[in-house]
């Protein structure tokens, strides 16, 4: 078996019938929204088959295994102890950070994100009747992103209700490091404001860089909150299950406010198939990551090659790449021009805040023949 993870042909791909293979007509090329082009991890898809085969389809029970599933996953791959008793079943991360915000924010309540990032941060904020406060990220002189800490020491001054953090970082591919982690959280405690931090891409962390999960941070349980899930590193998005995790009593006590009904909105073939990925999946996510590694690489050639004006800085983590197209037009002209004249969908830069005027988000999790195409078709695009 190669150690690359196979691809169905683009024929089978475009039989899916997710958001991905179903927003554009068929001549148009996805790399958008975050779903990968690689078939199931086995042990996922056997769970689930089992399960339908059993007609298994009914409420996720109370203790469905997941905190024990994800204690186990967190110990192995990141030496993060988590206490299964802590870990509560949410339907997704945007449910997830929703409740935490409405338990931290009052009505107007100003609550803090660093942009480019996450298109429905912005969503998520005034869902929970608060306040987009943007910090954007701060740029080195290599091009890479970084947070911003004293931008956000000055937020926080202000007492923000919380601060939305995304570790590792959509669309930049950022893994924050141990030190930057460890200031935010000396922030987060002097002024007082909780960290809510979305670690959906924590499984994606690629050969070269080590994930750091936030409440591993000393200092960090008291105040802050982990939003994980198993969704995105092993495709299950469409099947809904995150986890909120805690690891003091005073956060614990902000999940025990979540409405009282919400348990029973997981999906139950999420939780199944999220405790077969943590406790079966390894190898196969060992694979992705070295198939990933190898998309990244081919991506930097391809774009050296044929789009040479086109600047990126390879992502530490997820299959996302953000490409700086500002050469082909400010705003999201470079994702028009792409699609009208390229036939290939990517995510429009501003979706992800002004910083992303300019730049286009592709999605690599697939094969070398379609991001060969892909990239073929934005070279075209320009010609
Ligand atoms: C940073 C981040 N958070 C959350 C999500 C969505 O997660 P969910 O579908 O569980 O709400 C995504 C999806 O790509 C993401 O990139």
Redesign the pocket.
Same mark, same amino acid.
């Given at each position: 078996m190669s150690a690359e993870l196979p691809v169905p042909p683009l024929a089978e791909l475009r039989r899916r019938s997710s958001a991905k293979w179903r927003t554009h007509p068929p001549d148009v090329l996805p790399l958008t @929204?975050?779903e990968m082009d690689f078939a199931l991890a086995p042990p996922v898809a056997e769970v689930l088959r089992a399960a339908v085969e059993a007609s298994d389809t009914g409420y996720s029970a109370a203790d469905a295994g997941l905190g024990a599933a994800l204690a186990g996953f967190a110990a192995r791959r990141w030496g993060w102890t988590v206490d299964p008793t802590a870990v509560t079943a949410v339907p997704?991360?945007? @449910?997830g950070v929703v409740e935490l915000l409405r338990t931290l924010a009052r009505p107007g309540d100003a609550v803090v994100v660093s942009p480019p @990032?996450?298109p429905?941060f912005f969503d998520w904020v005034p869902e929970a009747g608060a306040r987009l406060h943007e910090v954007p990220l701060a740029r080195d002189e290599d091009g890479g992103f970084r947070l911003d800490l004293p931008a956000l020491d000055r937020a926080f001054a202000a007492r923000p209700a919380a601060y939305v953090l995304?570790n590792p970082h959509?669309p930049v591919g950022r893994v924050h490091t141990p030190d930057e982690l460890a200031a935010l959280v000396r922030l987060a405690r002097v002024h007082g404001v909780p960290i809510v931090s979305?670690e959906?891409?924590a499984p994606l962390v690629l050969p070269g860089a080590t994930f750091t999960p936030l409440l591993s941070v000393p200092g960090a349980a008291e105040v802050a909150v982990s939003v994980v899930?198993a969704?995105?590193a092993f495709n299950l998005?469409g099947l809904k299950c995150?986890a909120v995790v805690t690891a003091a009593p005073a956060t614990a006590a902000l999940v025990h406010r979540f409405p009282a009904d919400a348990r029973w909105r997981t999906g139950h073939l999420g939780v199944l198939a999220s405790v077969a990925a943590y406790t079966e999946g390894g190898a196969w996510l060992d694979r992705l990551l070295a198939t990933l590694d190898a998309r990244r690489t081919q991506l930097g050639g391809l774009l050296a090659e044929r789009l040479p004006g086109v600047r990126w800085r390879p992502p530490d983590a997820?299959y996302l790449a953000w490409l700086d197209c500002a050469v082909l037009g400010s705003g999201d002209a470079p994702r028009e021009l792409f699609f009208a004249r390229g036939r290939i969908a990517l995510e429009p830069g501003l979706r992800f805040g002004a910083p992303g005027t300019g730049h286009v988000r592709l999605n690599f999790g697939t094969s070398a023949e379609i991001l060969d195409e892909a990239v073929g078709r934005m070279a075209a695009a320009t010609a």
């Open positions: @929204v975050a997704d991360v945007g @449910v @990032v996450y429905p995304c959509n979305d959906i891409h899930s969704s995105k998005a995150a997820t």
